[in-house]
């Protein structure tokens, strides 16, 4: 056959001695979208040109009486010499009856699993803990997800409470550990971390405890992350005993003791926080849920109260005379029961300073907002109240079986027990405390 001249394309039928010239000169024919030139010197190698000019090393063998096609590299990246060791590789990987394709294609993914392997092993506690966060989120109640975000809160804010300018928030419990890799939150850094904080903030820190041993439970059962975190890393006897064991409180409000509180917390000038006061301690709830308290949570027709619960989502509980009478004559600034007079806050959110003040005032001291929860579950025993009718008063969840199955105390029924509560308690709080409601 006789050699093309410099300035004709080559012709694909025949393979030749590929150079520069011959693939510089290659062109597509008319009326095809891709053609083929072969090299004489290494089986298999190929230059691919297209309808639009495009050129590229290819390499083309059978396997299993199939074409195997594969791409080797752009004509103006590889060298023709490299192209064809790499076609003699491709050959031999085909001659042991691996198709080159299925190789390059593992090795691909093998790549990709040691990228995100690296990326995953680079992960931010900060990182994950958002992932957490937004998958845990569904589960929890809003209180329990605001408790997440303030253990990592940077603090440096103003207080809204502070005398100064200069008073500012505290980072979190756990916001030091945000910076962190995942892989570096070892037993070790837990347990000084948790050394830290059971010196500063025991009580905070134990809370924050707890959330960060369900975080990391949470990641051992992702395929993601867990890997990263040992089993067991923030259980180590060091973090439980850096803590302390929790001491159970026991501030409640006595029996002798209710006239001076009354008499106190009813002259307390802001009429918001007084019946707000008085009120928790008639019906019992947890401070959160009657601070959520809506004026579209009370029925006068039935004299009901829906509280929100954290346990069961609501309850419905009666609404006694004598907090109907504190309730009714409140502002309604908007929907809020105990709303707040402040703009941007939509109900009061501290009660706790104007509590201490009330409690130095009638002699009774170390009594909180959560006390007063105790003082009624306390203050009913005089009474002998059955239990399950206190419990679903208050909130709590039924502990026996009989209770939970059996027992269904409709709202008449709570009302009798109730208002015989509230009035034993007003008949003892004396004649500083008795209002009537009529």
């Not at 095809?32 to 063998?61: H, I």
């Not at 928030?169 to 837990?190: E, F, K, N, Q, Y």
């Not at 259980?235 to 159970?248: L, N, Y």
């Not at 501030?251 to 008085?278: H, I």
Request: glycine fraction near 8%.
């Amino acid at each position: 056959m006789a050699r093309p001249k410099k300035n004709e394309a080559p012709d694909t039928s025949h393979a030749i001695d590929l150079t520069a010239g011959a693939i510089d000169r290659l062109v597509c024919p008319a009326g095809k979208d891709q053609a083929f030139l072969r090299d004489a010197k290494a089986p298999g190698l190929r230059v691919r040109v297209t309808a639009a000019g495009a050129k590229s090393f290819v390499f083309e063998g059978k396997l299993n009486r199939k074409t195997v096609r594969r791409t080797i590299g752009d004509v103006r990246a590889w060298k023709i010499e490299d192209a064809r060791f790499e076609a003699n590789r491709m050959r031999v990987t085909l001659d042991g009856g691996n198709d080159p394709r299925e190789i390059a294609r593992q090795k691909e993914l093998a790549d990709n699993e040691r990228a995100a392997q690296a990326r995953k092993d680079g992960a931010l506690f900060r990182d994950v803990w958002r992932i957490y966060l937004e998958a845990r989120r569904p589960h929890w109640g809003a209180r329990h997800y605001e408790d997440h975000l303030t253990f990592t809160h940077a603090g440096g804010e103003a207080k809204k409470r502070g005398k100064t300018a200069l008073d500012l928030t505290i980072p979190g419990p756990m916001h030091s550990l945000m910076s962190l890799r995942l892989a570096d939150l070892t037993a070790p850094v837990v347990e000084a971390w948790a050394a830290k904080e059971g010196k500063q903030r025991p009580t905070r820190g134990r809370l924050a405890w707890r959330c960060l041993k369900a975080f990391l439970s949470w990641c051992g059962e992702e395929t993601e992350y867990k890997h990263l975190v040992p089993p067991g890393t923030a259980k180590t006897r060091k973090s439980r005993d850096a803590f302390g064991k929790p001491t159970v409180k026991k501030d409640v409000l006595l029996k002798e003791q209710l006239p001076a509180w009354f008499g106190a917390v009813r002259k307390v000038p802001n009429q918001v926080v007084s019946a707000y006061l008085q009120t928790l301690l008639l019906i019992g709830s947890r401070r959160g849920e009657l601070l959520e308290l809506k004026w579209e949570d009370l029925n006068l027709q039935w004299r009901s109260m829906t509280i929100r619960d954290k346990v069961e989502g609501d309850r419905q509980i009666p609404l006694t005379p004598y907090v109907w009478s504190l309730l009714e004559p409140l502002p309604r600034r908007n929907e809020y029961v105990f709303s707040s007079a402040k703009d941007g806050i939509p109900h009061i959110t501290d009660p706790n300073s104007t509590m201490t003040d009330a409690c130095i005032e009638a002699g009774v001291k170390g009594l909180t907002p959560h006390g007063l929860r105790r003082s009624f579950k306390s203050l009913t025993e005089w009474m002998e109240i059955p239990a399950g009718v206190v419990a679903q008063i208050m909130g709590h969840k039924p502990s026996a079986t009989a209770e939970k199955h059996y027992t269904v105390r409709p709202l008449d029924l709570l009302r009798v027990h109730h208002e015989r509560i509230e009035s034993w308690i007003l008949e003892n709080a004396g004649g500083s405390a008795v209002k009537s409601a009529s």
